[in-house]
């Protein structure tokens, strides 16, 4: 499989835990983004690294969360003392920057804060 | 007011009907428009991609975009229950170097057998 790989698939922690996803883009691809969808809602934009250079954050991106790609190939997504708020499904993408810019999304991750 | 406005749903419609789902923006910088469908539980799947004002088609679907309305539209020809799903129109401003996507909310559509 060459897609987008993210785990876990589906996490349930207690408010007030520490939560990692993490992420596998497609192998070519050199820009990854994540977003965060909640029920009955598109996606929203969190933040996108090219290579290992995290280029922009969301200003939905609190300082509870962060993001990482230490050797531009996967990423981890953080979400520190988790809130009820956070439920949600944290989505990960991936795009090669020389092309048309389609993003290619993995299947996310779904995080339930109980 | 939202960036991208989408038109709300559900949507159902018998098995070859033609569907119609459509979105407006507010952002003029937009010039890239995407369609993805989405099923349940599943992560969002390019369809459609389109950067002209015109139509482009693809098999049963078609995408139009008038930049001078700021309008989208998608057209599903002899819709098939596997048609059912979530459709998302996404928009960016620029492509390649940085193709941040604005998603409107998303309409899920399901056809009747």
């Known amino acids: 499989d060459t897609g987008v790989s993210q785990n876990p698939r589906h996490k349930i922690t207690k408010r007030g835990q520490n939560v990692t996803f993490r992420c596998d883009p497609i192998?070519?691809?050199?820009?990854l983004y994540w977003y965060r969808q909640t029920l009955g809602q598109g996606p929203e934009f969190l933040t996108y690294f090219q290579n290992e250079a995290q280029l922009e954050k969301s200003r939905l991106l609190s300082d509870r969360f962060s993001a990482e790609r230490p050797k531009g190939s996967f990423s981890t997504l953080e979400i520190q003392r988790t809130e009820q708020g956070d439920s949600a499904m944290y989505l990960c993408?991936?795009?090669?920057?020389?092309?048309?810019?389609?993003?290619?999304f993995g299947e996310g991750s779904r995080l339930t804060v109980l | 007011q939202k960036e991208v406005e989408q038109d709300p749903g559900p949507l159902s419609v018998p098995e070859g009907a033609i569907v119609s789902l459509n979105c407006t923006y507010s952002?003029?910088?937009?010039?890239?428009f995407m369609w993805y469908r989405q099923y349940s539980r599943k992560g969002p799947e390019l369809l459609m991609y389109t950067y002209s004002s015109g139509n482009k088609e693809d098999g049963r679907f078609t995408a139009q975009v008038d930049k001078s309305s700021k309008y989208i539209s998608l057209f599903i020809r002899d819709s098939q229950p596997s048609d059912s799903a979530t459709y998302l129109c996404a928009m960016s401003i620029y492509t390649g170097a940085n193709s941040k996507l604005t998603f409107g909310k998303g309409i899920t559509l399901s056809v009747r057998p």
């Open positions: 993408a991936s795009s090669f920057s020389g092309g048309t810019g389609e993003l290619f």
């Open positions: 192998s070519e691809h050199n820009r």
């Open positions: 952002n003029s910088a937009f010039q890239y």
